[in-house]
C-alpha cells in the first residue's frame, strides 16, 4: 500500500516552511487538533517571554501551529470549523502573550496605570471581523479595538498619563504581532475599523 502524499506537496507556503525550519516536519502529521490549551504548552516550553524574546517565540509558534493546522486541512482531518477555530485561539494567545509582555516592560519603565481611586487600569482588546466572529482563516488580518476603564496616572517615577500609556502599550502590541522579521509577523493587525464592514 502506497504512503499518503505530504502535506507539503499540497502546498508550496508549506513546503518552503518546513524546508527553511525542517524542525516544523515533526507537525507534518498534524496528529493533534491547534486549540488554546496547546498553543499555552508550547509557549510555557519556550521559557519566560521578554521584550528580547517575544517576538521569535510567538512568530515560532504562529508557524508550528499553521504547519499543524494546514495538515490537518489538507489530510481531511480537519474541517472549516477546526481550521478557523483553530487560528481564532492562535490569535486570542497571541495577543493575551504579547499583551502581557508588552504592559509588563511599560509597568517597569512608568509605573502601573491608576484612575483617581488608585485602581490598576489595564487595556481592554476586542476583537472585531472575523477574529470576534471566530472565523479567522490562515489568512486572515485582525481587526481589533483598545479600551480602557479610566484616566488617570502611572505611578512609576517617571509617571506619565493613563492616555500615553495605552497608547504606547496598543502601539507596542501592535509591532509584537505585525512588524515582519525573518521569521515573518504572527498576525496582520487593521485598527481601521469600518462602519459598514
Known amino acids: 500500500m502506497p504512503l499518503p502524499p505530504s502535506p507539503t506537496e499540497y502546498s508550496r507556503h ?49 508557524q508550528r501551529a499553521l504547519t499543524c493546522i494546514a495538515s490537518r ?65 490562515v489568512s486572515s488580518d485582525i481587526d481589533l479595538i483598545f479600551a480602557y476603564p479610566e484616566d488617570g496616572d502611572t505611578d512609576g517615577a517617571r509617571s506619565i498619563s493613563n492616555f500615553e500609556f495605552f497608547t504606547r502599550l496598543g502601539k507596542a502590541l501592535i509591532n509584537a504581532l505585525a512588524d515582519i522579521t525573518a521569521d515573518g509577523q504572527v498576525f496582520r493587525v487593521d485598527m481601521r475599523l469600518r462602519p459598514n464592514g
Open 14 to 62: 508549506l513546503a518552503r516552511l518546513t524546508q527553511a525550519r525542517p524542525q516544523l516536519r515533526d507537525e507534518l502529521c498534524g496528529a493533534t487538533p491547534v486549540d488554546a490549551a496547546l498553543l499555552r504548552g508550547w509557549l510555557d516550553a519556550a521559557g519566560t517571554l521578554t521584550e528580547e524574546n517575544l517576538k521569535p517565540v510567538l512568530r515560532c509558534i504562529k
Open 73 to 137: 486541512d489538507l489530510a481531511g482531518s480537519a474541517d472549516l470549523a477546526e481550521v478557523v477555530e483553530s487560528m481564532t485561539q492562535l490569535a486570542e494567545v497571541a495577543v493575551a502573550a504579547a499583551l502581557a509582555v508588552t504592559d509588563a516592560a511599560l509597568v517597569a519603565r512608568y509605573g502601573a496605570p491608576r484612575n483617581a481611586a488608585g485602581e490598576r487600569q489595564r487595556l481592554v482588546v476586542i476583537g472585531m471581523g472575523k477574529l470576534g466572529g471566530r472565523e479567522l482563516n
